[in-house]
């Protein structure tokens, strides 16, 4: 053996006990996170309820309306089902008692997604590190098994094996198991994200409810919605803090007022001339007005109305020419209610 050789011998013995002590150290890690995984399973079979996160959401929900944060604020701490969860909720809650920043919230969860990524990597490195090790474990002692061997020395060849393949099952389990806690965990931090937007989404989004799969009853009356109840904390029984009024909602379009006709819609002008036109025009009325009509139901929207005026570059009949009041037919009057042809 000349001298590289030697040193290459000698820097893969050094690396023996390094590696060894490497492998019972990962070996130990792997079995702290499956017992870490465990425990969280446990917590999410004994405590994880959907139902019950949707009540205690609405219930902190609408204890924030009422000016009561401490109640908010003990429903939302009684999701302990995950350590993840538990977390997020305490950092939530310390933004609404003191920074009361608005898009925290959605940086907390994006943080929070940024926290399951790095307790993932934990063992996705264990993953390759583990058969690593154990393949570095099983070729280190084999160069010093087959030094024994050349010289007849049976217990040096018999220990170095013993101890290349001892580490070569160690390598494997920290791989295996490493991966076991992996696929596991990557699923249920999935649904922790999932849980937290829809937490969210139910405190601080729309509470718009949808309308359909309602019943109606026997009298013609669709079922209204439950009215959320809660039970206010000590420190705000004496004592609510202020609420905010909500914002009128206000319709897209003007609609016309009942009982008056369409005189709200219309300009007064507009009107008169619109009736002298239809005075001049029409033949002598013999006929009752609608009883729709008599009663003001039925007012809404008409093309009278300014809101519903559009120019003539919008109509599309504005291309065929002007309408010719006689009609085609000289033996018809005028105002006999023929059709009008355009010229």
Do not use: H
């Not at 309820?49 to 003990?74: I, Q």
């Not at 040096?156 to 390598?171: E, M």
């Not at 076991?180 to 965990?185: D, E």
């Not at 599309?316 to 000289?330: Q, V, Y």
């Amino acid at each position: 053996m000349n001298n590289i050789q030697q040193l290459i011998y000698d820097v893969a013995r050094i690396l023996l006990w390094p590696v060894l002590i490497a492998a019972i150290l990962c070996l130990v890690w792997v079995l702290i996170e499956l017992g870490v995984l465990l425990y969280e399973l446990w917590l999410r079979f004994r405590y994880r309820d959907l139902d019950a996160l949707e009540v205690r959401a609405l219930r902190a929900r609408k204890a924030f309306r009422d000016g009561k944060p401490r109640t908010a604020y003990r429903y939302l701490q009684e999701n302990t089902y995950s350590l993840v969860v538990v977390r997020f909720l305490y950092d939530l809650i310390r933004n609404y008692q003191t920074e009361r920043l608005a898009a925290k919230p959605l940086k907390l969860l994006q943080e929070y997604e940024f926290y399951t990524v790095r307790r993932l990597e934990r063992t996705r490195i264990l993953v390759r590190i583990g058969p690593m090790l154990g393949l570095m474990g099983t070729l280190i002692p084999l160069a010093p098994a087959l030094v024994g061997l050349a010289s007849g020395n049976v217990q040096q060849l018999s220990d170095n094996l013993v101890t290349a393949f001892s580490v070569t099952v160690i390598g494997l389990l920290i791989g295996g198991l490493a991966f076991l806690v992996s696929i596991v965990r990557d699923r249920i931090y999935s649904q922790d994200i999932s849980d937290m937007e829809y937490l969210l989404e139910l405190l601080e989004g729309s509470d718009v409810r949808l309308r359909s799969g309602r019943r109606l009853s026997k009298t013609g009356v669709w079922d209204s919605e439950s009215p959320i109840e809660y039970e206010v904390a000590d420190e705000d029984a004496e004592r609510t803090m202020a609420v905010l009024p909500e914002t009128p909602d206000e319709p897209l379009l003007p609609v016309a007022g009942n009982g008056g006709g369409r005189a709200g819609t219309q300009s007064e002008p507009a009107a008169a001339q619109s009736e002298s036109a239809a005075a001049a025009n029409a033949p002598v009325a013999t006929a009752e007005k609608d009883p729709a009509e008599q009663s003001g139901e039925g007012d809404g929207l008409t093309f009278d109305d300014p809101s519903m005026d559009w120019s003539r570059d919008d109509d599309p009949f504005a291309g065929l020419g002007p309408i010719d009041p006689e009609g085609t037919d000289d033996a018809k009057p005028r105002g006999s209610g023929g059709p009008l042809r355009r010229r």
